[in-house]
Each structure stands twice: as structure tokens, then as C-alpha cells.
């Protein structure tokens, strides 16, 4: 897939149905493909030097696809062939990040640390909302302008301005992957020694600056929230493995179990997934690890089990809508606080369309398990709320229609294929939507 070859009208842009029948049992194998969100922060490590990067690992989905074309508007040549995203930056001709892709993906915002230190300069598109809240960037912009760039804003762009960027101490207020990301690529070449506090310490940062290392940077803390960086004066084109996506890997377990079935993941690195893992043992399952595969399987229905959200090692964000769908499943009621995106609820409608009895409150929402499931039309509103209507169609009674599965293909590889491979019975329709 070329960045700008893809067909005018690609399956990306397209507006797909899924139609899901259900009830199934899932029982087999899957691959796990590379993570979505390690992707989009390894990806404009090309801005940082000039060359050719080889991404192993990288997933066909809709979020890699967009970010390739941005960084192809910027002079990028970006090819993804089977799972490897190659990317040559020998000849960036802008450096601009403009509305139509930055409100397509949040993370375009990526570009802005490396371009500011590597061209000193960037115009790059303020970020919107999304369905699940506002989606504020100070921290990105309070921590350059720290490495001493000038930022203003005009007319809804991000003009970031700098001659050299120099090392300083940067406190995180709150932990914050997007802009952990974007400051630590442009501490890599900012003059002098930069400490960075209150760094978040999700596996897809950690996979940056372990790719960062290998380009060229001087970094020390990886993995921790202190990282200490030394400023080089310039790094070096790579060959970097993608990191298992633990957020796909997430869904697949908590779908497996919902289905009462015998699911085993392959390709993923179950220390990223501690907190879930607990939880589906507190919830009943049976979860067996072995190097780097996952076994679970669930007889019975789940037990259940409250869950909070917090920033790694805590339980995902990303996997609450999931866990909701899951408890659709439980005896009794389960509360689902969401701490980093307090309305993050926009699946719950949809749910209840099926049956569901669940009720929203604030920053959290109530299942109350054991209601017979019927399918129904829903609407995909977000990626990781898509994600948990398609949960629900595979155990509600009858066909249920998830409309607008781009929100899925945005973070999931061929998820039907996937899933119809242990049993789903899920069909894509294309409509006449674009
Ligand atoms: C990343 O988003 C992920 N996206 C999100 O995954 C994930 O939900 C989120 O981290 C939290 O884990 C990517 O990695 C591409 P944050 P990001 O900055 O970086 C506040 C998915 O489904 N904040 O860690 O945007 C923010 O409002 C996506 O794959 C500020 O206040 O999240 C939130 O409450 C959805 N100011 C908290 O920090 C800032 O400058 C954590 O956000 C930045 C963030």
C-alpha cells in the first residue's frame, strides 16, 4: 500500500457495515498484529533523519494508512508491503501538518516535535475533540516551548518556531503518552541535557526511545518516568520491530471469554497486559501464559468485577468499553470508572439497543449482567466503542449491524477475518455511505 496509491475510494474510506450473528463460541488461534499506537509514535522518527526506515510488524489498519499520507504530503515516500512500512525521508518538502489529516488522526500532532527540531519549524493543525471528550495538547506545547521553540497559534494552526531547541527540565503534570512522545523526539536533538519527569510509561513510549536509542540518541531511564537525555547533533535511518498491540490483544481476550470459549493469542507480550489479565482471573476465567501466547477459556459466566481506569501498568483506557460489553455476560453488576476520559460512554446506547441494561453516571457506568442480548442496528461511534458492539454482536441472538466499521479499521487489521477464523460469523458489506 503506497501512501496517495491507494485507490480514490479505498476500503479505508469507505463506510462498511459489519453484519454479526450471533450467538458463537470462539475457539482457536490468533496472531496479534503490531501495535496501532507504537506505530504512530515510531513513525515520525523519519522526520528526526534523513534515509530509508524499515517498520517490521507494522498493521495494515486505517490509522497507519493516514499517517503515511501526511508524512507522504511532507515529501515521505511511504510504502507498506505486507507488514513492513518503509519510509524515506531523504527529501521532506514541507513541513506542514494540515486540518484534513490532523482531524482524521490526533496523533498527526507527532510530527510536530521532530519537524520543530530537526527543521526548526512546523505549522501543524490544532487537534479537535473526539467522541469521547476534549482532547487538550498544552503539555505537548508547554514542553517545547520549554526547549525553547516559540509556539502561537494561528487560525487554528500550531506555529512552532525555534533555531536550536536546548536541553532543559520538563515536569509532566499529568502522565500523557501523545505528549511524552512528542517531547522526548525532540529532546533527541535539542543542545544539551534535557530531564523529563512524570514521562508516561505506556510500552508504546518505551518502544520509541528504544528506537530512538538505536537511531543515534542518547537516553537514559527508558521505561521509567525519569528519562535523561543528551542532546546529539544528528541520528541515523533504522530497521525497528513493531511492538504486539496488548489494546487488540485485549479485545480478542475479553471477546474469547464473553463466548464461553478456549481462545489462544500468539505474537503478544503479556507483560503489557498484567492488569487485564488480573481482571479476567477475578472475573473467572482461566488465563494460561507461555512465552508469547495467551490460553484463556471460560465455562461459566463471568463473576462481576468493577473496574477503574488508570495509566499503565493500570487497566486500559482503551479496553473499558470492552470490559462493559464483557459484563453484559456477569452475574450481578459491574461498575466501569473511566479516570482519564470521564465520558468516555458513548458505546452504552448502542448496547442498549441490544438489551443491554446498563446506565451511565459520572465518569462511570453501571452493567447489570445476565439480560438476553437480541441484535439490532447500531452505530460505531469511536474505535475502541465499535469494538465493543462488534463483542456484543457475537453473543447477541440474531444479526446485528454495526454500521461505519472505519472507526474499527482504524485500529484493527482485518479484525472479521480475525475473528471468522475461531468461529465469528461476520460479514462485510461496503454501502453506498463515503
Ligand atoms: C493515547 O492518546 C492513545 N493514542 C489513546 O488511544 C489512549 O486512549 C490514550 O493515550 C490514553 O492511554 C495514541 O497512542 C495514538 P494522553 P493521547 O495524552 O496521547 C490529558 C486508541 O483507542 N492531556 O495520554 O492523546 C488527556 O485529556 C486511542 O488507540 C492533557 O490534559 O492521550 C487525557 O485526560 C484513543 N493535555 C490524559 O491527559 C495534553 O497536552 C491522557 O491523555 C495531553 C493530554
Not at 103 to 121: E, F, T
Not at 236 to 244: F, G, H, L, S
Not at 329 to 337: F, L, R, V, W, Y
Not at 358 to 379: D, N, R, W, Y
Request: net charge neutral.
Amino acid at each position: 500500500m503506497k501512501a496517495g496509491r491507494c485507490p480514490l475510494r479505498c476500503k479505508f474510506e469507505r463506510m462498511d457495515k459489519f453484519i454479526v450473528e450471533g450467538p458463537v463460541r470462539l475457539q482457536g488461534r490468533i496472531t496479534v498484529s503490531g501495535a496501532k499506537n507504537a506505530s504512530l509514535a515510531l513513525m515520525p522518527t523519519c522526520l528526526l533523519a534523513p534515509g530509508v526506515f524499515h517498520l517490521t510488524n507494522t498493521p495494515n489498519n486505517r490509522d497507519v494508512w493516514t499517517f503515511s499520507r501526511l508524512l507522504g504530503s511532507m515529501g515521505v515516500f511511504a510504502e507498506l508491503n505486507g507488514n513492513t512500512l518503509l519510509l524515506d525521508s531523504s527529501n521532506i518538502t514541507s513541513y506542514e501538518a494540515p486540518y484534513d489529516h490532523v482531524k482524521k488522526m490526533r496523533a498527526s500532532i507527532y510530527v510536530l516535535g521532530p519537524l520543530v527540531a530537526r527543521y526548526g519549524q512546523a505549522r501543524v493543525s490544532l487537534p479537535g475533540g473526539c467522541n469521547f471528550g476534549p482532547r487538550p495538547v498544552d503539555l505537548h506545547l508547554k514542553g517545547l516551548e520549554k526547549l525553547g521553540a516559540s509556539i502561537t497559534i494561528e487560525g487554528g494552526y500550531i506555529i512552532a518556531k525555534a533555531d536550536r531547541l536546548k536541553g532543559t527540565h520538563f515536569h509532566f503534570d499529568i502522565s500523557s503518552v501523545g505528549a511524552s512522545v512528542n517531547i522526548l523526539m525532540a529532546a533527541v536533538l535539542a543542545k544539551g541535557h534535557t530531564v523529563l519527569t512524570n514521562v508516561a510509561l505506556e510500552p508504546e513510549v518505551t518502544a520509541l526511545a528504544r528506537m530512538l536509542v538505536k537511531m543515534g540518541a542518547k537516553i537514559d531511564g527508558i521505561g521509567t518516568t525519569t528519562m535523561e537525555i543528551q542532546g546529539v547533533d544528528e541520528l541515523k535511518a533504522v530497521t525497528e520491530d513493531t511492538i504486539p498491540d496488548r489494546i487488540e490483544a485485549a479485545t480478542f481476550l475479553l471477546a474469547g471469554a464473553m463466548t464461553k470459549g478456549d481462545l489462544t493469542l500468539e505474537h503478544v507480550n503479556p507483560y503489557h497486559l498484567t492488569a487485564v489479565i488480573q481482571k479476567l482471573e477475578d472475573a473467572g476465567a482461566d488465563i494460561d501464559v507461555t512465552g508469547d501466547s495467551i490460553r484463556i477459556t471460560m465455562s461459566e459466566a463471568p463473576q462481576a468485577v468493577d473496574i477503574t481506569t488508570a495509566p499503565y501498568p493500570g487497566y486500559p483506557t482503551d479496553s473499558q468499553a470492552q470490559w462493559a460489553a464483557f459484563m453484559m455476560m456477569a452475574q450481578g453488576a459491574a461498575t466501569i470508572k473511566d479516570t482519564i476520559y470521564p465520558t468516555r460512554f458513548g458505546y452504552v446506547p448502542e448496547l442498549q439497543r441490544l438489551g443491554a441494561d446498563i446506565e451511565v453516571g459520572e465518569m462511570h457506568c453501571t452493567v447489570k449482567g445476565g439480560k438476553q442480548l437480541t441484535g439490532a442496528t447500531v452505530m460505531s461511534s469511536d474505535l475502541r466503542a465499535s469494538a465493543s458492539l462488534v463483542m456484543a454482536g457475537l453473543v447477541a441472538h440474531g444479526h446485528t449491524e454495526i454500521l461505519r466499521v472505519y472507526h474499527l479499521d482504524r485500529g484493527y487489521e482485518s479484525l472479521e477475518k480475525k475473528l471468522n477464523a475461531v468461529g465469528a460469523r461476520i460479514r462485510r458489506v461496503p454501502t453506498e455511505e463515503y
